[in-house]
């Protein structure tokens, strides 16, 4: 009891620098990368452009954020801003805020997009970002689960913003198959011009296998829009009580039906049922994988490869994707951002143990991070080696499949 009074009185005391030393300990612009990055670090970001089609990368997977400042229209579960209510949420939601470069709380969704879009606008080599839209936990009937719901990011929010900057992001939109006009927010969308629609069950409570959202996957395959969509274990946010419904099986039915689906992450955590096999319980990467090798679906699943570095997730999924290049035709790049502002899970000590990197490279990938976390991301993803072949991941896994 004494102990935990200490580390929640420490928390509170020293809450500034401990999600600083978490996620935002940044020491210099985005900007000054140029003149502040050593030789090696030049080096690194260099050979990370070279062989690759710029004009094909797209960073598939990128969040916005807030607290529903500045007229954004944004929801924040009150539970994220009460220690008192629940103290994992709160200190998880001031990393993710310290990582985003918000300083002022009173403006922290302006905030959080000036900085993104400081980032964006600051890597060497253009890389366009699909910005993420993220939907309210509906239960069946309809009606919004607000106790499941850790935040809320409207379609019209990313829409706005990426009309603002053009250049810099592409809005996908995230519509729950569940609330009532979803099909005709899905096709309002579409006839804008939106392509991607992003789905995380285990944090919004739809189940892909569910037959009664036929209609909705017949209007995205109207459209030609791809589904975005999570899969294995989640713990960036809520998402618990609902693991189950981001089994990579539960997304044969849209599969079959020809949607074209993008699986973030390549479901590389968590364990997960075997539906074909008594429902053991195996890793959710393996079943992944043998929907991703299944002949029938080469034409219409796709991945990312968003936070196959985190340190809870490095290991087998990366060697496995770095040993099979034929399927990288169908791998796309993802920054899950903004997680690789978070140091704290993007440990490059942990990468040099496991024979990853090497420490003069360690040294330079700090570096980067510390001017620009979107171009640590890339310039890591693309240069980390396999510790026991060499090999690294192909150009082409890093060109969007949809281009």
């Known amino acids: 009891m004494k102990y935990t009074i200490f580390i929640t009185v420490f928390l509170l005391t020293s809450c500034s620098l401990l999600y600083g030393n978490l996620g935002g300990k940044f020491n210099a612009r985005p900007d000054q990368w140029n003149e502040r990055l050593s030789p090696k670090a030049h080096e690194l970001i260099e050979k990370s452009f070279q062989g690759i089609d710029m004009e094909k990368v797209v960073?598939?997977?990128?969040?916005?954020?807030?607290?529903?400042?500045?007229?954004s229209g944004l929801w924040l579960n009150p539970d994220m801003k009460k220690w008192w209510a629940h103290l994992g949420k709160y200190?998880?939601?001031?990393?993710?805020?310290?990582?985003?470069?918000?300083?002022n709380k009173n403006h922290a969704d302006a905030e959080f997009v000036a900085r993104l879009v400081d980032l964006q606008k600051n890597m060497p080599k253009k890389i366009k970002a699909n910005i993420l839209a993220f939907d309210y936990h509906y239960k069946k009937d309809g009606s919004i689960d607000y106790k499941h719901s850790e935040f809320?990011?409207?379609?019209?929010?990313?829409?706005?913003?990426?009309?603002?900057h053009p250049g810099l992001f592409n809005a996908v939109v995230s519509i729950h198959p569940y609330k009532k006009n979803?099909?005709?927010?899905?096709?309002?969308?579409?006839?804008?011009?939106?392509?991607?629609?992003?789905w995380l069950p285990n944090a919004m409570g739809m189940d892909p296998s569910d037959k009664d959202i036929i209609p909705f996957?017949?209007?995205?395959?109207?459209?030609?829009?791809?589904?975005?969509?999570?899969?294995?274990?989640?713990?960036?946010?809520?998402?618990?009580?609902?693991?189950?419904?981001?089994?990579?099986?539960?997304?044969?039915?849209?599969?079959?039906?020809?949607?074209?689906?993008?699986?973030?992450?390549?479901?590389?955590?968590?364990?997960?049922?075997?539906?074909?096999?008594?429902?053991?319980?195996?890793?959710?990467?393996?079943l992944?994988?043998?929907?991703?090798?299944?002949?029938?679906?080469?034409?219409?699943?796709?991945?990312?490869?968003?936070?196959?570095?985190?340190?809870?997730?490095?290991?087998?999924?990366?060697y496995f994707l770095m040993e099979h290049p034929e399927f990288h035709h169908r791998i796309g790049y993802g920054s899950d951002y903004p997680l690789p502002a978070?140091?704290?899970?993007?440990?490059?000590?942990?990468?040099?143990?496991?024979?990853?990197?090497?420490?003069?490279?360690?040294?330079?990938?700090?570096?980067?991070?510390?001017?620009?976390?979107?171009l640590f991301h890339f310039v890591l993803n693309r240069n980390v080696r396999h510790p026991k072949t060499g090999k690294t991941l192909s150009a082409k896994a890093f060109e969007s499949p949809f281009l």
């Open 59 to 71: 960073d598939l997977h990128a969040h916005v954020a807030g607290m529903g400042t500045d007229h």
């Open 288 to 318: 992944f994988w043998r929907l991703f090798k299944d002949k029938k679906y080469e034409k219409n699943m796709f991945a990312e490869m968003s936070s196959l570095l985190i340190h809870a997730r490095v290991g087998e999924p990366l």
């Open 182 to 198: 979803a099909l005709i927010e899905l096709e309002e969308y579409a006839k804008k011009g939106i392509r991607f629609v992003k």
């Open 217 to 286: 996957y017949k209007m995205m395959m109207k459209y030609n829009m791809i589904l975005l969509t999570h899969a294995g274990e989640e713990k960036a946010v809520e998402g618990e009580s609902y693991q189950e419904l981001a089994n990579p099986l539960k997304l044969r039915l849209p599969l079959d039906l020809g949607v074209k689906v993008l699986v973030a992450h390549l479901a590389s955590r968590g364990p997960c049922h075997d539906y074909d096999n008594n429902d053991i319980i195996v890793d959710c990467h393996d």
């Open 152 to 164: 809320y990011v409207p379609n019209s929010y990313v829409y706005d913003i990426a009309l603002k």
């Open 91 to 103: 200190n998880r939601f001031n990393v993710y805020l310290s990582a985003s470069g918000v300083e």
């Open 342 to 374: 978070i140091n704290w899970i993007y440990r490059t000590s942990q990468l040099l143990n496991m024979g990853l990197i090497s420490s003069d490279e360690k040294k330079a990938y700090d570096e980067i991070y510390g001017v620009n976390p979107l």
